[in-house]
């Protein structure tokens, strides 16, 4: 398969998640979309592909039913990414991280603006910060989710900036048929390059990673206090990610796969990169009672203050049950202020924990002896988002140490490097 048929691929899966239908009619394209759904820069795609849509859909009659299904499945991706957040399904699974990849499609859209412990955090601090005040929301997103709630807690106006282009079109949609567009001003173009026209009180952002500087928040923030007055404020006030040694759940210990649905986003991150790669995985509703030695602070971001882009952070567990460990596991604590905090280990959100499969087939320990641990933070090839590099030793009782490192690397060149993503890309609904 061309990289322009995983293109259009794609595409096509985005059009049906908008509930927008492409229909073959000899060589005319027929188009079937919910009113308001079909703004200029969709348009403007459909023209330009309009031959490499028809090919590709009359390729698609010949498909297996499979395939044919795979991509018609966006409506149930909307339905299992809901119910992951908003239910008491406790299924324990492995998932990609997209965020990671600035990887948003209308289904990871609709999970974030559902977020409803997310949402509650930030409207705490708005209610308490923004009113009268003239704000920006930084990677405002397609639903425009932050600012609307800056509007609602009383802001006076909200520069909304997003680097997408559709996700851009669709925030302007979404403001105007609110009638907002008066208060909530769309700015295309990444922050880092973005121009306002005039300075701002408060900075508002929720460019947060499943690690809380995976997604490369610290230099945009620190470029966006270009933005603020004089003393002006920013929200979220401070991320913490936290660490422990765990030991996997017997059914991802024996069988580690993705969720069927997680696969698919495995897929797209694939196609992004262009390779397949031993990817940063998380963990949907990691059991706490799995978690096998005390806590400790990962990093620590202060968005008050410039953040340094590279560091070096020692911590030490200290093992609190015997049996077996199986790596790390991190976890995000959120505060968007004084007081109002969410935690992606213990709340069901849209942020997940982290597993770094540091030992391959698992160790075992016994209560007393420690994991000594060094996480060095370097910025990846992109100059933006980092990379983590994981080196330690396990103290044991009687003064014996075992050495290991770990790398968790935005763009891993290795495949199947290690036991763990040997057995996880050997399983699952279907190998790439």
């Known amino acids: 398969m061309s990289v322009q048929d995983d293109l259009i691929d794609v595409l096509i899966r985005d059009l049906r998640a908008l509930r927008i239908t492409l229909t073959v009619d000899g060589d005319q394209l027929r188009v079937g979309a919910p009113k308001n759904s079909m703004t200029p820069a969709l348009h403007k795609q459909l023209t330009d592909q309009k031959w490499a849509l028809l090919e590709r859909l009359k390729q698609a009659e010949s498909w297996p039913e499979s395939s044919r299904a795979s991509i018609s499945s966006a409506r149930q991706r909307i339905e299992y990414l809901k119910k992951s957040v908003r239910s008491q399904d406790n299924t324990v699974e492995f998932w990609p991280c997209p965020g990671d990849f600035w990887l948003y499609d209308e289904i990871l859209y609709q999970a974030m603006t559902q977020d409803e412990v997310r949402n509650a955090v930030y409207r705490q601090a708005f209610q308490h910060l923004v009113k009268d005040k003239v704000v920006v929301d930084i990677g405002t997103g397609q639903d425009v989710v932050l600012g609307r709630m800056c509007i609602e807690a009383g802001a006076k106006r909200v520069y909304a900036i997003e680097v997408d282009a559709v996700a851009c079109q669709e925030a302007r949609a979404c403001v105007a048929a609110l009638g907002l567009e008066d208060r909530i001003h769309i700015v295309p173009g990444n922050a880092l390059s973005a121009h306002l026209p005039e300075l701002v009180d408060v900075s508002v952002s929720e460019l947060i990673g499943v690690i809380g500087s995976s997604e490369g928040v610290a230099p945009v923030l620190n470029d966006a206090r270009r933005f603020l007055k004089p003393g ?164 044991r009782a009687f003064g014996e140490s075992i050495a290991f490192e770990y790398d968790s690397l935005l763009y891993e060149k290795r495949f199947k490097n290690n036991e763990f993503y040997h057995r996880l890309f050997d399983s699952g609904p279907e190998r790439r």
């Open 232 to 395: 002006g404020v920013v929200i979220p006030l401070r991320c913490v990610t936290k660490v422990a040694a765990v030991r996997l759940p017997a059914a991802l210990a024996e069988r580690p796969h993705f969720a069927t649905m997680a696969d698919y986003y495995v897929k797209q991150i694939f196609r992004k990169v262009g390779a397949s790669f031993d990817l940063r995985v998380a963990v949907r509703n990691f059991p706490k009672d799995h978690i096998v030695s005390t806590e400790a602070i990962f990093e620590e971001l202060n968005f008050q203050d410039l953040m340094a882009l590279e560091w070096q952070n020692r911590f030490s567990l200290q093992v609190t049950q015997p049996g077996r460990v199986d790596g790390l596991l991190s976890w995000i604590e959120l505060s968007t202020m004084e007081g109002v905090t969410l935690n992606s280990l213990t709340q069901a959100i849209s942020w997940l924990p982290v597993f770094f499969p540091v030992f391959d087939s698992g160790l075992e320990v016994l209560p007393g002896e420690r994991l000594e641990c060094v996480n060095q933070t370097v910025l990846s090839e992109d100059g933006v988002r980092p990379d983590y590099r994981i080196r330690g030793q396990v103290v």
